[in-house]
């Protein structure tokens, strides 16, 4: 078996032939574009291009989905720090302290430090996943279906409990989403769930018309109803996208420590880039020495979150490959485009598919380098693109959502549940329910119940086989924790009040 | 009952609804004639009780006012009013769309559906609008259907 390293030098000489790169580069502005759009996220774009591929290589399909997924965070931070309406969850930090630069006239280097943070912490955190990946999926062969179960069960607790408002509401999106998981004929049996006699719904519902509807009609539903007259007001930037020697002085820490924090979190399930580009933050806003300056501007606080997001979306690369478990929306949706290609994301990708996994990791370094190259100097090109008036840009986002989910089959029924599904989507946001539980539950429920069954098969219908290995107590036992952590922590600030008292 | 505790506690119902349908569907299905292990219909009972659970507990949680912060909006503000005017124009348009696009063909209903949301979004200028709507649609159309070799339907514009 080759090492790593030589592995990734092939992976960077099939990812360097013209049409890869081209998709690359297609990826990388497609991505910043619908960073920069607020409303429409990375999970949305990759679900509409999914029908390419029927046509495309694996490969450059894939080369592309991954450029798309960096792309959008670079696209996100400057629209967080111009507009101060983050383009996607985990710019908001880097809002805070962004728009106050910007504010100030110190638009330029608030996006600099944002770019180049990204660029350092996503190449640190695609070297470690080169590293790390592999012998994760060395380790994951090992793994039963019995572990499986329990991953995700602990993949579905951490994601329902940190996303959104409350516990509650992210399992409730999350159970949903099982829920639509479950409609169509059983794989096993044949026996038809919740399709109440309707022919179509046999097939179950297509993924991408859920995920599509659920963003992008669901969003366009929102906006019209309560937001539709509430403009955008971009800070027009002053001077050149450029640091100074202070801002670089301050900026490289901040970049290095968020790096640290935002990978490990990306790989353990901690559902998104919300809680590791907070915490980097705080402890910028923490360990810096002239804390008046902070909500006035702060560069350490836009240098370290941004760094923090995009070595998280990094590290959810990780258990994506090595164990075929998304762990965040667009993870999800890249899952799609592996199954579309009949590609089993998991510990065997790295022997069964060994020139496409490092053809698509080498293709991440060079997506960085692009999107490093080509934000700053063309950060007013995209600025301009806010000046779209939002009513052509949700009639464009709805069409084409509609058309997505419309060619996938050529049939009314698609057009049909993407209807339903993007009144769901208006609820969810009404109700302030997570949508990436929803989605997860959607891709993960055959999953989970397919490794159930085979887990009691084995057993022969002994239910104790599901807590049986070492691994799998392990996982129930640090659910049970982040099942508790909400209710432990309210009893300890609670107790402190007391003692105050 | 104010009336965004009506609205979530109408919400919270419909989620029991659903877990209702889950169990009451689940419950109707015939064993398969295949001897399995494991049977089709455990999984679903599982979610559907699941959800019946969580239903209820939201809705303790919403009589006992822990009411949602919408998207977009900070917490303990008045909750706006959803436009209900504007919601309607939005799915009426989108529902035009499913309803003509296999007889009407798709560039018809797009730029039907296109210039609809474009106005319950409030554009200015409706001329410029249905110009805009018509462009798009045609070239999505062409661009699709010549380089992207994706059937799209031609209906009422198929002797072009």
Same mark, same amino acid.
């Given at each position: 078996?080759m090492?790593?390293?030589?592995?990734?030098?092939?992976?960077?000489?099939?990812?360097?032939?013209?049409?890869?790169?081209?998709?690359?580069?297609?990826?990388?502005?497609?991505?910043?574009?619908?960073?920069?759009?607020?409303?429409?996220?990375?999970?949305?774009?990759?679900?509409?291009?999914?029908?390419?591929?029927?046509?495309?290589?694996?490969?450059?399909?894939?080369?592309?989905?991954?450029a798309?997924?960096?792309?959008?965070?670079?696209?996100?931070?400057?629209?967080?720090?111009?507009?101060?309406t983050?383009?996607?969850?985990?710019?908001?930090?880097?809002?805070?302290?962004?728009?106050?630069?910007?504010r100030?006239?110190?638009?330029?280097?608030?996006?600099?430090?944002?770019?180049?943070?990204?660029?350092?912490?996503?190449?640190?955190?695609?070297?470690?996943?080169?590293?790390?990946?592999?012998?994760?999926?060395?380790?994951?062969?090992?793994?039963?279906?019995?572990?499986?179960?329990?991953?995700?069960?602990?993949?579905?607790?951490?994601?329902?409990?940190?996303?959104?408002?409350?516990?509650?509401?992210?399992?409730v999106?999350?159970?949903?989403?099982?829920?639509?998981?479950?409609?169509?004929?059983?794989?096993?049996?044949?026996?038809?769930?919740?399709?109440?006699?309707?022919?179509?719904?046999?097939?179950?519902?297509?993924?991408?018309?859920?995920?599509?509807?659920?963003?992008?009609?669901?969003?366009?539903?929102?906006?019209?109803?309560?937001?539709?007259?509430?403009?955008?007001?971009?800070?027009?930037?002053?001077?050149?996208?450029?640091?100074?020697?202070?801002?670089?002085?301050?900026?490289?820490?901040?970049?290095?420590?968020?790096?640290?924090?935002?990978?490990?979190?990306?790989?353990?399930?901690?559902?998104?880039?919300?809680?590791?580009?907070?915490?980097?933050?705080?402890?910028?806003?923490?360990?810096s020495?002239?804390?008046?300056?902070?909500?006035?501007?702060?560069?350490?606080?836009?240098?370290?979150?941004?760094?923090?997001?995009?070595?998280?979306?990094?590290?959810?690369?990780?258990?994506?490959?090595?164990?075929?478990?998304?762990?965040?929306?667009?993870?999800?949706?890249?899952?799609?485009?592996?199954?579309?290609?009949?590609?089993?994301?998991?510990?065997?990708?790295?022997?069964?598919?060994?020139?496409?996994?490092?053809?698509?990791?080498?293709?991440?370094?060079?997506?960085?380098?692009?999107l490093?190259?080509?934000?700053?100097?063309?950060?007013?090109?995209?600025?301009?693109?806010?000046?779209?008036?939002?009513?052509?840009?949700?009639?464009?986002?709805?069409?084409?959502?509609?058309?997505?989910?419309?060619?996938?089959?050529?049939?009314?029924?698609?057009?049909?549940?993407?209807?339903?599904?993007?009144?769901?989507?208006?609820?969810?946001?009404?109700?302030? =329910?997570?949508? /990436? !539980? @929803?989605?997860?539950? *959607?891709? +993960?429920?055959?999953? $989970?119940? #397919?490794?159930?069954?085979?887990?009691?098969?084995i057993?022969?219908?002994?239910?104790?086989? =599901?807590?049986? /290995? !070492? @691994?799998?107590?392990? *996982?129930? +036992?640090?659910?049970? $924790?982040? #099942?508790?952590?909400?209710?432990?922590?309210?009893?300890?600030?609670?107790?402190?009040?007391?003692?105050?008292? | 009952?104010?009336?965004?505790?009506k609205?979530?506690?109408?919400?919270?119902?419909?989620?029991?609804?659903?877990?209702?349908?889950?169990l009451?569907?689940?419950?109707?299905?015939?064993?398969?004639?295949?001897?399995?292990?494991?049977?089709?219909?455990?999984?679903?009972?599982?979610?559907?009780?699941?959800?019946?659970?969580l239903?209820?507990?939201?809705?303790?949680?919403?009589?006992?006012?822990?009411?949602?912060?919408?998207?977009?909006?900070?917490?303990?503000?008045?909750?706006?009013?959803?436009?209900?005017?504007?919601?309607?124009?939005?799915?009426?348009?989108?529902?035009?769309?499913?309803?003509?696009?296999?007889?009407?063909?798709?560039?018809?209903?797009?730029?039907?559906?296109?210039?609809?949301?474009?106005?319950?979004?409030?554009?200015?200028?409706?001329?410029?609008?249905?110009?805009?709507?018509?462009?798009?649609?045609?070239?999505?159309?062409?661009?699709?259907?010549?380089?992207?070799?994706v059937?799209?339907?031609?209906?009422?514009l198929?002797?072009?």
């Amino acid at each position: 078996m080759m090492n790593n390293f030589e592995s990734l030098l092939n992976g960077f000489a099939s990812a360097i032939t013209p049409v890869n790169i081209a998709f690359g580069l297609l990826g990388t502005l497609l991505g910043t574009l619908v960073g920069v759009l607020p409303g429409i996220g990375p999970a949305l774009a990759i679900a509409l291009l999914l029908p390419i591929t029927f046509t495309v290589s694996p490969a450059s399909a894939l080369i592309m989905f991954a450029a798309i997924y960096y792309g959008a965070m670079y696209g996100g931070s400057t629209t967080s720090i111009l507009l101060n309406t983050p383009g996607e969850s985990g710019s908001v930090m880097t809002a805070v302290e962004g728009n106050q630069m910007a504010r100030r006239g110190r638009a330029g280097a608030a996006l600099a430090t944002a770019a180049i943070g990204s660029f350092i912490a996503g190449t640190i955190a695609t070297l470690i996943l080169a590293l790390a990946a592999p012998s994760v999926a060395t380790l994951a062969i090992e793994i039963g279906s019995a572990d499986y179960v329990a991953l995700m069960l602990l993949a579905f607790t951490t994601v329902g409990s940190l996303l959104g408002s409350s516990q509650l509401r992210g399992f409730v999106a999350l159970t949903l989403g099982l829920v639509f998981g479950l409609i169509g004929a059983d794989l096993q049996t044949g026996l038809t769930r919740l399709t109440f006699g309707n022919g179509s719904a046999s097939d179950g519902l297509e993924t991408v018309t859920v995920i599509v509807a659920i963003f992008a009609i669901g969003e366009a539903l929102y906006i019209a109803s309560r937001f539709k007259n509430s403009g955008w007001s971009v800070i027009p930037i002053q001077g050149k996208a450029l640091m100074s020697k202070s801002d670089w002085r301050r900026s490289w820490k901040p970049w290095l420590r968020g790096t640290a924090i935002g990978f490990p979190l990306g790989v353990i399930p901690a559902g998104g880039s919300e809680i590791p580009t907070f915490m980097s933050y705080s402890l910028e806003k923490k360990l810096s020495k002239n804390k008046d300056e902070w909500g006035k501007g702060a560069i350490e606080g836009v240098a370290g979150p941004e760094a923090a997001n995009n070595s998280n979306a990094a590290g959810a690369l990780v258990p994506l490959l090595a164990l075929g478990l998304p762990t965040t929306a667009t993870a999800a949706v890249i899952l799609v485009a592996f199954q579309s290609y009949q590609i089993q994301a998991g510990p065997l990708l790295f022997t069964t598919n060994p020139e496409l996994i490092w053809a698509l990791i080498a293709s991440l370094f060079i997506g960085n380098t692009l999107l490093l190259i080509l934000n700053l100097p063309l950060v007013r090109v995209w600025v301009k693109l806010l000046k779209i008036p939002r009513p052509y840009l949700f009639a464009g986002i709805v069409c084409f959502a509609l058309l997505g989910a419309y060619a996938l089959n050529g049939n009314i029924f698609d057009l049909q549940v993407a209807v339903v599904i993007g009144v769901i989507g208006f609820l969810f946001r009404r109700f302030g =329910l997570p949508i /990436t !539980p @929803l989605i997860l539950g *959607l891709i +993960l429920g055959p999953n $989970i119940e #397919l490794q159930f069954r085979r887990t009691l098969q084995i057993s022969a219908g002994d239910y104790g086989a =599901l807590f049986a /290995t !070492p @691994l799998t107590k392990v *996982l129930y +036992l640090t659910m049970i $924790i982040v #099942l508790l952590a909400p209710a432990i922590y309210r009893l300890i600030t609670r107790s402190k009040l007391r003692v105050k008292k | 009952m104010k009336n965004e505790v009506k609205s979530e506690f109408a919400f919270a119902s419909s989620l029991l609804l659903i877990s209702l349908l889950v169990l009451w569907d689940t419950n109707r299905a015939e064993d398969p004639a295949i001897t399995v292990s494991v049977s089709p219909k455990i999984f679903p009972y599982i979610v559907g009780c699941f959800l019946l659970l969580l239903s209820l507990a939201l809705m303790i949680q919403i009589l006992r006012g822990k009411i949602a912060t919408p998207e977009g909006e900070v917490e303990g503000a008045p909750i706006l009013r959803s436009d209900f005017r504007s919601f309607a124009m939005v799915i009426g348009s989108i529902i035009a769309f499913v309803l003509l696009v296999q007889r009407a063909g798709f560039v018809i209903s797009t730029a039907l559906t296109f210039f609809g949301i474009t106005l319950a979004f409030g554009v200015t200028s409706k001329l410029k609008s249905l110009g805009i709507a018509l462009a798009f649609s045609l070239i999505v159309y062409e661009s699709f259907t010549r380089f992207l070799n994706v059937d799209l339907p031609a209906g009422w514009l198929s002797f072009l």
